[in-house]
């Protein structure tokens, strides 16, 4: 008998016993019961040597492919956050050297032609509103983590949420940087020759 077989057959006997209005089954009779079990149970056939050693294997071969999962699953993550500050990185190097760049075109332009300088006013604030965005990707991104950190739901539903933000943030400085240079091409091209 195995313990299936056991837990079966006691489930049939309490149930039969209930049927008949017994509604208390005596300690003493349960335990002549389970000791009839028990003796029933430790004489019968028992697995053999290959089989336990064969379910070991078994288990460590799953125990292993979770951790190889699990390792996986930590190194793809590395590199999604790895490649996602590299993206902020690479968004507020362009609007920052870009704000610098243009910075040092109005200082050499209101020595030549002050009355220009006005012009590209708006193509510098744009940029420097991109690094501005850009830092705000790197702080939302920095929030999101600490709430994906948590354990839980609405911790991990505010994580997900600033996630999304933090990449439409990042997507937002780059749309910033190609706006920003739009507009500071028809500055230039406004100037002529």
Known sequence: MDAKDFAQELREIVTDLKTKG???IGSQNLIKY???ALRDLSTSARPSETTIERYKAELQKWVEEHKNIH???VEMFRSVIQAGNNALRT???MNGGASVALLAFVGHLSSVA???VPTLAPSLAVFVGGVLVAALASGVTYLSQWFYAGEQSWQ????FALNIAAIL???GAYGVFGFGMWRA?????????
């Open 22 to 24: 017994v509604e208390s």
């Open 34 to 36: 389970l000791d009839e």
């Open 71 to 73: 390792a996986q699953g």
């Open 91 to 93: 968004a507020f190097l």
């Open 114 to 116: 002050p009355e220009r």
């Open 156 to 159: 991990r539903k505010t994580g």
């Open 169 to 171: 943030l990042g997507l």
């Open 185 to 193: 091409y028809r500055v230039f091209a406004s100037f002529g020759p």
